[in-house]
């Protein structure tokens, strides 16, 4: 008979959004006992059908603020798949921000949006998400050739202000403009 014990210390939500955790357990070959499932009070699924699951690639100090914004996006559980899929290319990382009046030791800030960050790379950001909307801010620049983004994908839209090199913006409502982001990400990070 083999046994195995491990004792790990934190809070639920920092528990469920290590990735050393899920790891683990993975390699255990343990799934998640029916106690282990939110009850009535505790947080709702993201989008209503996913297990009570941390948001994918982000730090356990912005779980509970992007929850709770993820509620206001009725295409939540798409949103959720977008940044599922982000974050598991290499290098790829999943940041909240530091705000101009940042002082040193203050955590980051995961009020407003979110930032999609290709570790090592010197351009920053390769994307800007806002969690509540479903808005995705690319570092992508198409101002003189809007014809061939609307070609890649006919639901974003270029802005008009803000800094030039994030210039495309997708709203994810659903499948097909999940899609859409998700093609125009890949661009994006291939560029960063």
């Known amino acids: 008979m ?12 920092e528990l469920d959004a290590s990735d050393v955790g899920r790891q ?5 070959g343990v799934s998640p006992t029916p106690a282990s499932r939110p009850s009535a009070g505790e947080d709702a699924p ?20 992007v929850r709770k914004m993820l509620t206001r996006n009725p295409a939540a559980e798409q949103f959720v798949s977008f940044l599922e899929e982000t974050t598991s290319w ?3 990382a ?4 530091k705000r101009k009046t940042h002082q040193e030791g203050e955590p980051l800030d995961y009020s407003d949006y979110l930032r999609l960050r290709r570790q090592g790379s010197q351009l920053g950001g390769f994307a800007y998400v ?24 006919p639901d974003a839209y270029l802005v008009p202000k803000g800094h030039r090199a994030y210039r495309v913006s997708v ?3 659903d499948e097909d403009t999940l899609r859409q982001a998700l093609e125009l990400a890949e661009m994006a990070y291939k560029l960063t």
């Open 171 to 173: 709203q994810i409502t």
């Open 2 to 13: 083999k046994v195995t014990f491990i004792q790990v210390e934190g809070t639920a939500e």
């Open 94 to 97: 999943l940041h909240g921000v």
């Open 46 to 65: 993201v989008g209503g059908s996913r297990q009570s699951l941390p948001i994918p690639g982000l730090a356990a100090e912005g779980q509970a603020e």
């Open 130 to 153: 806002h969690a509540d909307t479903g808005v995705v801010n690319l570092r992508l620049n198409y101002d003189s050739d809007a014809a061939t983004l609307h070609g890649i994908a």
């Open 24 to 28: 683990l357990i993975a390699a255990m």
């Open 90 to 92: 290499p290098n790829a």
